[in-house]
Every structure is written in C-alpha cells, then in structure tokens.
C-alpha cells in the first residue's frame, strides 16, 4: 500500500512489525531539528515536518531505545500529542494564557548539595548541632546503602564550601572513616551497628530486619503476576537480578500486571499519616530516591527556580499554596484548589462519555471568554455552570494546570520524572515514581491524585468517548512536563513524548504510588523511638532527684502489682462519638481493625444514639512509635500492638 506525503496525515493502515525485530521494553522518540530562520515554536512548517514524521515512522520503523512496548506505538495517539502540542502553543500565541516567563536554571554543585541536605532533614550534620532533631534520630535508622548516599552528599558539600572558602564541618567529623563508606563493625555495640562517629551510628539490616516489625506478610497473600516488595529498600534491592525481571506492560490492559502483597499491619496509604510523620516520609525519600538512581546509575539532576513576582489572587497562574490558603478561608481543610475541583466535577457529571473529550478543544474565543468571567464571580458564587461546554471544560482545565506558576510535578523533581523513562523494566520504573510521588509537597500531590482519578474515570468510559489510556496519557503529558512561560523546544518536547509512558504508568498504578511503603513506615516508627528516648533520657535525671524525695516503697509495689494484673494483649479502644465511648476488646491472632468497628456499631445500634446517622468510623493508632494512622480495615491488631505497644486506640471520623 502506498501512502503519499501530502503535508498532513492520514491514516490508511498501521504497519505491524514482528517481535523479532522489536526489544520487548522500547519507546518511540521522534527526533526534531529546528528550521534555521524560523522560530521553533510559530513556523506552520514545523508542524508538516511533523505530521509527515509520523507519516514516514508508520512506513520505517524508528530507533528505539526506551522502555515503552511496542504496542503502545499507536499513530493515533502520537497525532494526539502533536495535536496538543500544536493547541497549547496555539494558544499561548493567541494571547489566551497571560504569565510571566519562568525561569529555570540547572543549580551548580554547592548549590544542589545544599539543597540536598537541607531537604534530607540533615542540615544539622554540617552545621554541628548533632543534637537537635530530625537529623540524629534519622541518621540512626538509615541502611548502609542509605548512609554512603548521605556521606557522599555531605563530603561534596564540603568540597565546594572549601573551593568559596566557607567555614564548613569537615566530613569526617561526621564519619568515623576518612573518604570510605561506612562498614560493619561487629564488636562496637550489637552485632549489626555500623559505627559513624562517636555521636551517630545507624544498624545496618543485614537481611533487612530494620523493616521487618511492619512487614509481616498474611498467610493468603497471593502469588500470582508479579508482587512489588514493600518490605525492602528499593535501593538494597536494585541490582538484584530478581528485582529486575522484564514484565511488559500492555497498551491499555485491563488488568494490573503488578500487585502488593499483604501485610499484617496493613496499607497504609498517604492520607493515613499525620502531617509529621508525612514530613519524615519526605527526608526518607530524597535519600532512598538518591539512593536508588545510583544503584541504576543515573543522575538525580534537579532544577532551581529564580523566584519572580506572581499572582497571589485571582484563580489561574497562582501558585497552588496561595489558592489553599484562600479557599480555606471559606472552606476549611480544602486540600484541591476549588476551582480545580469545580472542573473536574463538571466533567465527571457530564462529560466522562462525551466523544474525544480532553482529545476535542473547545473554542478559544469561550474558553478566554469563560476564564475571563470565572475570575471575576467564581468566589461570589454568581458563575453559570450551564453554560459551559464541555471541550470547553476540558480546555480550562488543563490550561489551569500549564499556568501554574511552578509545575504541579515541581521543578526541583520534573528532571527526575523525565528520568523514569530511561530506567527498565517497568517494575523499577514503578519503585522510581513511588518514591517522586512520597517526595512531593502535599499540595501538588493532592492535586495530581485528583487528576489521575478524573483521567482513570475517562478511561473507563473509553467505549463511549474513544478515549483509551495511551490517548489520555499523551494529551496529558505536554500539560504535565511542558513548564509555563518557557518555550518547548525539540529537547524539550522529545522528553515530553517520552513522558507520556510516564503519565501512563501514573494513571494506571496510582493506587500503588499512593500507597506508603511498608519500609518507609518503619523508618518513621525508629526515628520516633530514637526521639523518645532520647527526651526520656534526659527528663529521668530530674525525676530520679524527685524520687529521691518523694519516693515511697510500699506505693511503687503496688503500682507493680495493678500493673501486672492487666492481661497481656487487651486493648482499650475510645469512641468519643459513640454511645458507648470505651470498650475493653482481648485481641487474638485473628482480630482485625474490621472486627473492632462491627463491634461498636453492633453495641451502639440499640444505645440512645442509634438512630443518629454518623460519619464512617475509623480505627486509628495515635502515639507510642507513630504520630498517627488510620488503620486498614484488613489490619491484624495483634501484629501491631506487638509493634507499637504504647500507642492509643481511637474510633472516629477519617479527617479530610
């Protein structure tokens, strides 16, 4: 069949190529060169270039060199994003989007180390002040291969402080040996501490005991397709030739190739957390995901953004803290700028089956039109949402997302995104965005994980709207990677194809990435020990003073006593919005957090408060090792009072 190069493209057939000549993990990258003359971004010649580069790809097969399977080389999907491409710049030229330029520059050394550390919750370490908290306590919870990451950071920091002349901390202040990486010292303490300094040592986990308090796996846990290993630091782990089994992903499959395995102390996914402890998650993150992209070889490369002068009112091209701040003015707890949420919900009630919706744009006269007057009555309440279409809809989403004064994926971690295309198989690609999604500020990932669910929905409605989930991701993905302000150029744009599979694998595992790591759990319950005792340590000298006055022999035996008679493995658990608002319950190998709340509201269902209708009630552990969790329902209570004996047990509201 021949098919002529008319400038534009049409698609007669789609050329099959037989597995033999394809690798089985590849992604297709159009290669783009600038007219010399011409501006890359308003030559109508460009965009033939790239209509006819499709054309010609269908007939040739390119060069791969990626991670995307070949049966997501769809043409249609590749003349999506060029499509949408070609609109965002369209409408940028046409004056529909106002923002300032941002700029972005590659941070030098010092600068990235700097960053780094203090991000890392380890500023401390360079300063001197060993004793102030995060950065002990975390220090002490670190692996081996965790701690030569920080040691490394922390020694070029110190290099390039030299070079300017500061006052910095020598390394090896810090580190018991001089430039190599900490090693086993099997007399110094117990036999798996690793010796630092005479004030920090961390315990190396040999065969990863550090996380196996929260990584007790359920006899049913199923083996089928391939299981994610929670348990484990994805960097112990990297290099190991059974962590790096090749699983393709198919185009648009309905089912997940990858799953979590169960635990005994449940998922925990990021809502379960208290904002501390969340925060902690975040230092863990920077120096696993640091961690990781060593152990593959990549370069973490991170941006830094020159601070301009943006909008603090209005509704598009406002920073995503500034529009929180205003909304929870008016709604309390808000966690998704308003406006964002409005859009998505007028799309989910009626447009999720409209044809080619996100694919169609809307017309650009409406949509400046629309934005114009959303930004005058949307707080008033005085917008008419019926009017609005829905390719119209569509339109102002997006551009809410593109004139983002700072990207939603950041700019410090949008270079290390794009890096997840470069890694395979797909199973590290997947441990590699988990640990980006941990690491995010909580506005951005708030406001992606309602993106993702509105882009799953439109996928699910593929039957109505044509719309399946290699077409979402590359319409999605030129919003997602393509900065505001700055013009794409072929670079760019080539690592915006490429993070289409990126969006892909966001869309569909965002369930997983949003889930927190068994391992990253446990690293937060040893920092809260750590500094536990270490406040207990230091109020015991004045207390003993007190009990050298006050004490009394015959009141501590009988303390001793009552304490001794309280059966081992019963728990207390308060409801404070219950009729009954505290119950005794004996816990066994088979009690579960599920079992706990049937039996409040069976011994609540004919107290004088049965007839209210309250809000669904959740089991939450609360101090003790962990800020707070709101437990899975699947979670065994024997397990984890086991693990965190001190804690409280509360019924209540989940809070949002």
Not at 90 to 113: P, R, T
Not at 433 to 458: G, Y
Not at 580 to 589: E, G, H, P, T, Y
């Amino acid at each position: 069949m021949e098919i002529k190069d008319s400038g534009r493209v049409i698609l007669t057939a789609y050329h099959s190529y037989t597995p033999s000549r394809i690798p089985m993990e590849q992604s297709f990258v159009p290669q783009l060169s600038p007219t010399p003359g011409h501006s890359p971004l308003n030559s109508k010649a460009r965009y033939q270039r790239m209509d006819r580069m499709i054309s010609q790809d269908l007939l040739h097969p390119p060069s791969f060199s990626r991670s995307v399977s070949q049966e997501s080389l769809d043409s249609t999907s590749m003349a999506d994003y060029w499509s949408e491409v070609k609109s965002i710049e369209e409408s940028a030229e046409n004056g529909q989007e106002e923002h300032a330029v941002l700029e972005v520059k590659s941070a030098d050394e010092g600068e990235m180390e700097e960053a780094w550390i203090q991000e890392a919750g380890l500023s401390t370490l360079v300063s001197g002040s060993l004793g102030e908290e995060p950065a002990e306590a975390l220090f002490s919870t670190l692996t081996r291969t965790q701690a030569a990451v920080v040691k490394k950071r922390i020694d070029n920091y110190t290099q390039t402080q030299r070079k300017k002349k500061h006052s910095v901390r020598d390394v090896r202040d810090i580190f018991a040996v001089g430039d190599s990486p900490p090693v086993f010292c099997p007399g110094a303490g117990s036999p798996n501490s690793i010796q630092l300094s005479s004030k920090l040592s961390f315990r190396a986990p040999g065969r990863l005991e550090s996380c196996a308090s929260d990584c007790k796996l359920s006899k049913d846990s199923p083996s089928l397709l391939e299981e994610l290993n929670f348990e484990v630091p994805y960097s112990e782990c990297a290099l190991r030739k059974d962590c790096r089994s090749i699983q393709r992903i198919k185009k648009d499959d309905a089912t997940l190739p990858f799953l979590i395995r169960k635990a005994k102390l449940g998922l925990t996914i990021v809502g379960d957390l208290s904002k501390e402890d969340m925060k902690k998650i975040g230092y863990i993150s920077l120096i696993e995901l640091t961690a990781y992209f060593d152990a593959l070889g990549i370069e973490l490369k991170r941006n830094r953004t020159v601070k301009s002068k943006v909008r603090e009112c209005g509704l598009f091209g406002v920073p995503l803290t500034t529009l929180l701040e205003n909304d929870q003015k008016k709604f309390p707890g808000s966690k998704v700028p308003l406006i964002f949420k409005k859009l998505l919900s007028k799309l989910e009630q009626t447009g999720l089956q409209t044809e080619g919706i996100l694919r169609v744009p809307g017309s650009a006269s409406r949509v400046k039109n629309l934005r114009q007057e959303l930004e005058a009555k949307f707080y008033e309440d005085t917008f008419d949402w019926e009017q609005v279409r829905h390719n119209d809809a569509a339109g102002l989403l997006k551009m809410f997302i593109r004139e983002l004064p700072y990207p939603l994926l950041t700019v410090e971690y949008l270079p290390a995104f794009n890096a997840v295309e470069n890694i395979s198989p797909s199973k590290l690609q997947l441990q590699a965005l988990h640990l980006l999604i941990m690491l995010l500020p909580e506005p951005n990932r708030d406001t992606l994980k309602a993106f993702l669910e509105f882009l799953s929905k439109v996928v699910a409605n593929e039957e109505k709207n044509r719309m399946s989930l290699w077409n979402v991701s590359m319409i999605a993905a030129p919003n997602l990677f393509m900065c505001k302000g700055k013009t794409a150029n072929p670079q760019e744009m080539q690592g915006a194809a490429g993070a289409a599979h990126v969006v892909r694998l966001l869309v569909k595992y965002q369930d997983i990435l949003w889930t927190v790591p068994y391992f990253m759990i446990s690293h937060v319950r040893k920092m809260n020990e750590a500094a536990m005792n270490k406040k207990h340590q230091a109020s015991d000298k004045s207390k003993k003073k007190l009990l050298r006055t006050f004490w009394n022999p015959e009141r501590e035996k009988t303390e001793r006593s009552e304490l001794c008679d309280v059966p081992r493995g019963v728990i207390r658990v308060h409801a404070p919005q219950h009729a009954k608002v505290s119950m005794a319950i004996q816990l066994d190998n088979e009690t579960k957090a599920m079992d706990v709340i049937a039996r409040f509201d069976c011994e609540n269902s004919s107290g004088s408060l049965g007839s209210v209708r309250r809000q669904k009630q959740y089991l939450y552990e609360v101090g003790g090792n962990i800020g707070e969790r709101c437990l899975d329902p699947e979670t065994y209570l024997l397990d984890l009072y086991h693990v965190n004996p001190q804690c409280q047990w509360i019924l209540k509201p989940r809070t949002t």
